[in-house]
């Protein structure tokens, strides 16, 4: 039994040194068990166990590949890991609070950061160029406006699944897209790429500079059940995961970008 004093789960678990760099490793991409073990250079069945602990706690979640499905894609949560350190600080003073005391922009103004000179240039990438991707654009480009340039592109592309487009109108947008393919934009300069379904990320090219590249392993909508229908399911989950993972994406692209260009 836990006592009642005890710290948080979430510090409690990640005040493991190896917990810790798994847990940074999945922040910046979803990853198989085999890259993580390359990553932190520990063998496979500390990484294992060290995964099982932070699934048992709900932050790290597996996803079988599409491409091969014999293995799994390790994912971490920022949205509940969000929650879970906000709930830590409260636990340890009230003041700690998100936003106690301090109004909108108070602690963006404090460190200091300013936005990038450069417009961030991202590319989404999928099979089909018709559901996952240009979805991803729509909502990245919806959430920071023109501060990043932003396009996507599919490896077979296919037209604009319609139910892509009424996922996008619930968040007020209107998705008109034309499939683009990839090779189409492999020598265009990017700061970050972005591959959306296993299978593409075994076909993405190099690109030209040095791209940020990330994996978010998100099965493709379309071939689940029940999207042929009104409610579609399936677009509805997929667009609200990728606007979960949007949401924690331009931090991480500044700092990511800023990194690669020096």
């Not at 240039?121 to 406006?145: D, H, I, K, Q």
């Not at 996008?168 to 492999?186: F, K, N, W």
């Amino acid at each position: 039994m836990v006592p009642t004093d005890a710290p948080p789960l979430i510090v409690r678990l990640l005040a493991d040194p190896l917990r810790w760099r798994l847990a940074r490793k999945l922040a910046a991409s979803d990853l198989r068990v085999r890259e993580l073990v390359t990553a932190v250079g520990q063998p496979q069945n500390l990484v294992s166990y060290h995964l099982g602990q932070l699934r048992s706690a709900g932050l790290v979640t597996a996803r079988r590949s599409s491409f091969d499905g014999r293995d799994s894609y390790y994912h971490l949560d920022l949205a509940r890991c969000a929650k879970a350190w906000a709930d830590a600080g409260a636990a340890l003073h009230p003041g700690l609070r998100p936003g106690f005391g301090s109004p909108v922009g108070a602690q963006e103004r404090r460190s200091g950061r300013s936005a990038p000179a450069a417009r961030s240039r991202v590319l989404f990438l999928c099979t089909g160029n018709s559901g996952r991707s240009p979805l991803a654009e729509a909502l990245l480009r919806y959430r920071v406006g023109n501060r990043v340039e932003v396009a996507s592109a599919g490896s077979h592309p296919k037209p604009l699944h319609a139910n892509a487009v009424r996922a996008a109108a619930e968040y007020g947008i209107t998705l008109e897209h034309q499939p683009t393919h990839l090779d189409s934009v492999r020598r265009r300069r990017f700061d970050l790429v972005v591959s959306l379904c296993d299978r593409v990320r075994e076909v993405c090219p190099a690109f030209p500079g040095r791209p940020v590249m990330i994996h978010w392993s998100i099965p493709d909508p379309a071939r689940e059940p029940g999207t042929d229908g009104d409610t579609y399911p399936a677009f509805r989950r997929t667009a609200a995961e990728l606007d979960s993972r949007i949401h924690f994406l331009p931090t991480t692209l500044t700092d990511d970008v800023e990194e690669s260009r020096t």
